[in-house]
């Protein structure tokens, strides 16, 4: 059995991710803060990639209406014919531009400097600005970290540049608008706009979008109120806030035919990231490995392993790029793989997601050699970078390869050395990452490279099902051991009565495993049975206590999100004038106590997001009557193949369960990384 996942939404604070990125002083560092800071590097790659570029956009010729209109605005921008007032018919009157948006900043490693504070100057005028417009006065810094210098001027030229703060809505953005301009405001201002558009963008990044289709925009603009959709992103276009795109989409069907194309726009953050990947994964492809083995060493490597780890080894051997897919079980293939090239005397790393994903892959693995990717990324893991700055390393195996998300698959592809290889392995039906993009799963629709599928199945009972439901069948198994447990419940309250009864009581009692290593999953933090109500009950039973510190007690279980997407498990130990000690991945973290409200949830019940990438000896999935909209396959298949030993379903769906697995897949997302990849790699997407 199994729950299907969830639609991909727009993440927020809920997912466990912080509301903003300010860093805090005397945070200690995580390998989520160190890749973060890495991506510092990645944003002045960016740089130099745009000043490097030469001439407009790519497009074609053979367009009209709309996309004619935004393809004349990127060139004539792009080439400087034109100021960006004079692109279209009516001249445009003059205006400060926007500023670009700012990614939340990073948390950077202890030693480093961190990004200066906005000055208490300029948070005091923000500050004024946003008291004369009713806006939250808690804003003021949050404000003038995300506009920079001469942010109290733009809010009061711009209101709606106010949608740039994280965590800030349109209607709240109207509301400030119409208090600081009053009656020279109204919804089809084209600031409104302009501002709406970023807005929409930067809310599709999280949910995995690396662009919107121009109908997607302009609809979602239509419901904001604009009334003029398409005339407001042609001014987003021109005053370069966003960049558009044609992509073609088939072949035309005459020579006289016009090429089908769909108009994208996007954010050029992640238009250029994108555009690096898609060039990292060519230069890969397209390259030969450094002959730094001889052929009959990896031969005999090879032909020592099993099955398909000989193949995985093999395709490692002859090409720069190979994608391995399978379950918890085929992880002993990439072992093998990397136990094979230190045999070699290669310099061989895998890099996991998280710190629990270290430790259990390298408890598979003979010798060093396994980091996080942000440690790697960042140096504070792994071999360190060479002279010219790529990693030393000859193989990189990256785990968990559906949670990388293309910033940070760009920056993988671009720190390697030439000739160096790089295996991606994973499981494809898992959730995708939070985060814009679909890196493996496009990869693997373009068959661009060798592709590795494990014959290594799960094994027992729950390897059973969870393999069933990756192929969309939710099949009665047997359960000798009460593997697997169903638990009817009929509403919300007995739904959260049997959760905490089984993780309290029945798993230890009957399974023998207590429940500091039990795990609770369900499918969103609010309603009535979500993480916030669980937590709750499961604090009042297993650790009551005041919450003496911003609700939080010593022995409390919590989930920690240094950084946007990323979360780590870990237990508070104490507190004191500093913040929250934690006990993360077996080291100590202080969340100083600004950051705790937006960083720290208690954490003996998750999300399957939330969840991702771990694993526990026993799981709870709780599955409450108004989860049916969220349920989908790759929530369910995530949800129940986080259990090693015992899975519990608290079931209340009914049949919504079984239509989940069988019939709702992974909701789609927009990236352009299959058509940028097809003309540089000869095959790809045949």
Not at 282 to 308: C, H, M, T, V, Y
Not at 334 to 350: C, K, N, S, V, Y
Request: hydrophobic letters at 45%.
């Amino acid at each position: 059995m199994s729950t299907p996942e969830t639609p991909e939404e727009p993440r927020s604070a809920d997912d466990g991710t912080p509301a903003d990125g300010t860093p805090a002083e005397g945070a200690q560092v995580s390998e989520a803060e160190a890749e973060l800071a890495a991506q510092r590097l990645e944003r002045e790659r960016i740089e130099r990639r745009k000043a490097e570029r030469q001439g407009p956009i790519e497009a074609g010729t053979k367009l009209s209406g709309t996309a004619a209109e935004l393809l004349a605005a990127v060139r004539a921008v792009e080439s400087g014919e034109k100021p960006p007032a004079t692109v279209f018919e009516e001249a445009r009157p003059a205006r400060r531009p926007a500023p670009e948006p700012v990614r939340r900043a990073p948390v950077v490693p202890e030693g480093s400097p961190g990004p200066a504070a906005p000055a208490e100057g300029t948070v005091g005028e923000v500050r004024e600005v946003l008291t004369r417009g009713g806006a939250p006065a808690a804003l003021a810094a949050p404000a003038a970290a995300a506009l920079g210098e001469g942010s109290a001027e733009l809010l009061r030229e711009d209101p709606w540049q106010l949608l740039r703060v994280p965590g800030v809505r349109p209607e709240q953005a109207d509301g400030f608008a119409r208090a600081l301009l009053g009656g020279d405001t109204g919804p089809g201002d084209e600031r409104r706009g302009r501002a709406l558009i970023v807005w929409l963008l930067e809310q599709a990044a999280p949910a995995g979008h690396t662009a919107l289709e121009m109908a997607a925009l302009t609809e979602a603009l239509g419901r904001q109120g604009v009334p003029d959709p398409e005339d407001a992103v042609r001014n987003a276009v021109a005053e370069g806030d966003v960049l558009v795109f044609q992509d073609a989409i088939g072949e035309a069907v005459g020579e006289d035919e016009e090429q089908p194309v769909r108009v994208l726009v996007g954010l050029e953050r992640c238009a250029l990231a994108e555009e690096s990947l898609a060039d990292g994964l060519a230069r890969l492809i397209n390259s030969a490995p450094k002959q730094d083995g001889a052929a009959e060493e990896w031969e005999r490597a090879a032909a020592a392993a099993e099955g398909s780890a000989a193949d995985l080894i093999r395709a490692a051997s002859r090409h720069g790029l190979v994608l391995h897919t399978g379950g918890e079980a085929a992880l002993a293939e990439p072992a093998a793989l990397l136990d094979a090239a230190h045999g070699m005397g290669l310099r061989a790393w895998a890099a996991t997601h998280s710190p629990v994903g270290r430790e259990r892959f390298a408890s598979r693995v003979d010798g060093p050699g396994v980091a996080t990717v942000a440690g790697l990324l960042s140096g504070a893991e792994g071999p360190g970078r060479d002279p010219e700055g790529a990693l030393a390393v000859d193989l990189l195996v990256v785990l968990d390869a559906p949670q990388l998300d293309v910033e940070t698959a760009a920056l993988l592809t671009e720190s390697l050395p030439d000739g160096a290889r790089l295996v991606l392995s994973g499981d494809p039906a898992v959730l995708w990452s939070v985060g814009p993009g679909r890196v493996f799963a496009d990869l693997l629709a373009a068959r661009a490279c060798p592709q590795v599928a494990s014959r290594r199945p799960d094994p027992g009972p729950l390897g059973e099902l969870v393999s069933g439901i990756g192929v969309g069948e939710l099949l009665q198994v047997e359960v000798p051991e009460k593997e697997v447990v169903i638990v009817p419940v009929r509403d919300a309250g007995e739904a959260v009565h049997r959760t905490v009864q089984l993780v309290a009581d029945s798993v230890p009692r009957a399974i023998g495993v207590p429940a500091e290593e039990t795990q609770v999953i369900t499918p969103g933090h609010g309603g009535a049975v979500g993480t916030r109500v669980l937590n709750a009950a499961l604090k009042e039973r297993l650790n009551p206590g005041p919450g003496r510190f911003a609700g939080f007690d010593p022995g409390d279980r919590v989930a920690w999100s240094p950084a946007p997407g990323r979360v780590l498990p870990g237990r508070v130990v104490g507190a004191d004038a500093e913040g929250l000690r934690l006990d993360c991945a077996g080291g100590t973290v202080v969340v100083p106590r600004d950051r705790v409200e937006q960083t720290v949830r208690h954490g003996w019940a998750l999300t399957a997001h939330q969840a991702v990438g771990s694993r526990w000896p026993a799981a709870v999935v709780v599955l409450p009557g108004d989860a049916v909209p969220a349920l989908s396959r790759p929530w369910i298949y995530t949800a129940f193949s986080r259990a090693d030993r015992h899975l519990s379903v608290v079931h209340g769906v009914d049949q919504a369960l079984q239509r989940a697995v069988a019939e709702v897949p992974a909701k789609p997302r927009t990236t352009r990384l299959p058509v940028l990849l097809a003309p540089q790699v000869p095959g790809a997407g045949e």
